[in-house]
């Protein structure tokens, strides 16, 4: 069993990068960062890594930062979240039947996880989907969100291809639905559009609402 641990080191250049941060932005959480919401949640939501001055800074996934402006808005809008806006992790915003972790815990440099970071970091995410009851939807954000559930699972990536607002059957009996992830750069390209996330979340609602 390898579960979370907020002091973990295990990636040597992850863990001198955050304490190089610390040092720099002493108020920061610059620690792995832990998941948040319900703890038996039908929807589970991975993301990515912290971001610098997002979920690093706050100790809570998409907190502070432009990439959890469009999430917890259309989390909130289909009823997964208490309040549309997450801005510290003292804010008192409740997530209902709903959770998000990170393919990787640390923030890493530049935004940038190496491969076997990813691989060291997925230990944390096999234990997390453990906890899913059958019929749960996992929600990648982003291709290394998707690959990460896929290694979690044991499964070949080849068995399920990315692609936007499309659902995969899994091994354990849940669903993987990905959506491309809400980052700054995809929201303002548009190449992630608020209809396409929200198309996603209704996607996601529906398949609970089966359950």
């Known amino acids: 069993m390898s579960s979370f641990d907020v002091n973990c080191r ?35 939501i991975v993301g990515l890594a912290p971001g610098m001055h997002g979920a690093n800074r706050t100790g809570r996934p998409f907190t502070g930062d432009h990439a959890g402006i469009l999430l917890y808005q259309t989390m909130h809008k289909y009823g997964f979240a208490s309040k549309p806006e997450s801005i510290s992790a003292d804010d008192k915003l409740k997530l209902r039947n709903c959770r998000i972790t990170n393919a990787v815990k640390c923030l890493p440099p530049q935004n940038k996880p190496i491969g076997s970071e990813i691989n060291e970091c997925n230990v944390f995410l096999a234990e997390e989907l453990k906890s899913l009851s059958k019929g749960s939807v996992i929600l990648a954000l982003g291709s290394i969100a998707h690959n ?28 993987l639905l990905d959506s491309y992830h809400c980052s700054r750069y995809n929201t303002q390209t548009k190449r ?17 609402e089966k359950l």
């Open 10 to 44: 295990r990636c040597e250049r992850l863990a001198n990068f955050l304490d190089e941060v610390k040092v720099d932005h002493p108020d920061y959480f610059a620690k792995p960062v832990p998941a948040f919401g319900a703890k038996k949640a039908q929807l589970l």
């Open 148 to 175: 990460a559930v896929l290694k979690a699972l044991g499964m070949k990536l080849s068995t399920a291809k990315f692609a936007h607002n499309v659902i995969h059957p899994l091994d354990n009996n849940c669903v």
């Open 192 to 208: 992630l559009t608020e209809k396409m996330f929200c198309d996603v979340f209704a996607n996601a609602k529906k398949l609970i």
